[in-house]
């Protein structure tokens, strides 16, 4: 197996002394996840921060192995990390990506709504600038997994209640459904958005 494309760091978890299990979203083979060796380094470890954007390098022998990755790094957002709100959305996005999509299913759709949601939290000035792009992405999630029946989002321009009653209809999906058991401790990064916006949105 041989992937070389750009991808977006969803998750990292530390394996070994050195190494990296790596899960990022992809333009055509969806989530894929990869061990990096040296993973752990001063200098690949800051590459990995959730939300950036990469150039991906997957080998493996075989379909079923996990693969090596090898990344550079194409556009950084781990600045962002030091800020409390655009620190939730980029957690909550990311994590909802890793944990809720299965593993090497294509979805470009999503690929491209997570890009444009992790670049509004960048680029816009408040959080009304990219709240609405990031529920529109849980939506989008919510509906790709085939639960999404009925369910809208806000129209362009809507005002804090109906954006948080869209993330309060989405919500009932992703915990009954989506994240339920295992999977569940997720919902904490999207709580902890949530409450940071009711905050500002009051």
């Known amino acids: 197996m041989l992937i070389r494309c750009p991808a977006i760091v969803c998750s990292v978890l530390l394996h070994g002394e050195h190494g ?8 055509d083979d969806g989530l894929v996840a990869g061990y990096v060796r ?13 939300g950036n954007l990469v150039a991906a390098e997957y080998r493996a022998r075989t379909e079923d192995q996990l693969p090596g990755l090898t990344v550079e790094l194409s556009h950084s957002r781990a600045g962002l990390l030091a800020e409390p709100l655009p620190a939730a959305a980029i957690d909550w996005l990311c994590a909802l990506t890793a944990v809720a999509l299965p593993e ?18 960048e680029y816009a000035p408040s959080a009304r600038g990219w709240a609405l792009a990031a529920l529109r992405y ?5 509906a790709g997994l085939g639960y ?5 989002p806000p129209e362009e321009g809507a005002d804090w209640p109906d954006i948080l009653d869209g993330w309060r209809q989405s919500g009932r999906l992703l915990s009954d459904d989506i994240l339920s058991g295992r999977r569940a401790s997720a919902l904490d990064a999207r709580e902890r958005l949530i409450e940071r916006v009711k905050r500002i949105a009051q």
């Open 20 to 27: 990296a299990v790596v899960r990022a979203l992809t333009p």
């Open 148 to 152: 999404g029946v009925g369910l809208e």
């Open 38 to 50: 040296g993973g752990r380094s001063r200098r690949i470890r800051p590459i990995l921060s959730p």
């Open 104 to 121: 090497r299913e294509p979805f470009p759709d999503l690929y491209q709504a997570l890009e444009a949601a992790l670049a509004a939290v």
């Open 138 to 142: 849980e939506m989008l999630v919510v």
